[in-house]
């Protein structure tokens, strides 16, 4: 069955520390995967994408993610948070498996304490 | 560019009423998608439209229907609102079905239906 999978519907870091956000799916065909980050009552915004090639993947606001194959894993991470980073992120994840449609994770909400 | 713009921003109805939600993009994209927005679900595909003249469910299409008016508009009715369809709904677009292109989302509609 298809199916994205974020661990931990909530995450509070201090400004400066690291961000991590995990995201797990399932699919036995090669898949294509998305960061999307929602600002409070605003439309989603991508933040990177993997398709091919590197599976390291920078994106924007200083944010990159890493495809592990082996993993099924698409973590976001970013050195250092900053106060404007809190926000709800979402994965994603288009294969054809999954009829070639975007299927999301539920998300995960990030706060950022000073 | 103004994007995907959506109309309107929110919306209260009464059990049994109801309304259209508009869309529309200026980007020139072939494809335009309708989602809903729950707490702790992420975002769930509504309809799809691949390309003008074409329509397909997705996820979640009971009491909704959608029209793909021409290029750049994408509507989603509702025709008898029921409490459970309170939600946010996000129009989206992107240049093809073609899996390794992102989605760009619009700002979203709040429904609440009473």
């Known amino acids: 069955a298809q199916s994205v999978t974020q661990l931990g519907s909530h995450v509070s870091v201090s400004e400066g520390a690291l961000v991590l956000l995990r995201c797990n799916y399932s699919?036995?065909?090669?898949?294509?995967l998305f960061w999307y980050v929602q600002y409070p009552n605003q439309g989603l915004q991508l933040l990177l994408k993997y398709t091919t090639g590197a599976t390291l993947v920078k994106g924007i606001n200083g944010f990159e993610a890493e495809f592990k194959k082996s993993e099924t894993s698409f973590h976001l991470t970013k050195p250092s948070a900053h106060m404007s980073d809190a926000a709800e992120y979402f994965c994603?994840?288009?294969?054809?498996?999954?009829?070639?449609?975007?299927?999301f994770g539920a998300g995960t909400i990030l706060r950022v304490k000073s | 560019n103004a994007g995907v713009t959506q109309t309107p921003k929110f919306q209260v109805l009464k059990t049994g009423q109801s309304m259209t939600l508009q869309c529309a993009q200026d980007m020139n994209h072939n494809s335009m998608y309708w989602y809903r927005q729950d707490p702790g679900m992420g975002l769930r595909l509504i309809y799809y439209?691949?390309?003008?003249?074409?329509?397909d469910k997705g996820e979640v299409p009971n009491g909704y229907n959608v029209s793909r008016l021409n290029k750049r508009e994408f509507s989603l009715r509702l025709e008898s609102a029921a409490p459970s369809q309170t939600s946010v709904y996000f129009c989206a677009s992107s240049p093809r079905t073609l899996i390794s292109y992102e989605q760009y989302f619009g700002p979203g509609t709040r429904l609440t239906v009473t």
């Open positions: 439209s691949a390309s003008e003249g074409t329509t």
């Open positions: 994603a994840v288009r294969t054809m498996e999954y009829g070639n449609k975007l299927v």
């Open positions: 699919s036995s065909v090669p898949p294509y």
